[in-house]
């Protein structure tokens, strides 16, 4: 007797988004800086240490410091990277352990 397997391919059609590309900046003085930081260990270590090396390096006009309460959603859709891409010219992530 012949029997059929059936495979599955766990694969999906990929998105394909057409975005603008936002010139990078020359330098970040006069600029406003945003960190994000996604509550993992230690991150926000590392953000502060970078924040505080580029106010050494840089005349930063400010910095902006948030938090992502929901890692479980798509970045576009979090409040905090709204808010920060609003108020800051660049923004600085940590995303991992």
């Known amino acids: 007797m012949a029997s059929t397997i059936e495979i599955l391919v766990p694969t999906a059609e990929p998105k394909i988004k057409k975005l603008s590309v936002v010139r990078g900046l020359q330098d970040l003085n006069g600029k406003i800086v945003g960190f994000l930081w996604?509550?993992?260990?230690?991150?926000?270590?590392?953000?502060?240490r970078i924040k505080d090396h580029l106010s050494q390096k840089f005349n930063l006009a400010d910095t902006v410091w948030r938090q992502v309460e929901a890692v479980h959603i798509p970045a576009e859709d979090a409040p905090e990277v709204k808010q920060l891409g609003t108020k800051a010219d660049a923004v600085v992530i940590a995303t991992g352990d």
Not at 38 to 48: H, S
Request: net charge negative; aromatic share 0%; proline share 9%.
């Open 38 to 48: 996604n509550e993992k260990p230690n991150g926000d270590i590392l953000l502060q």
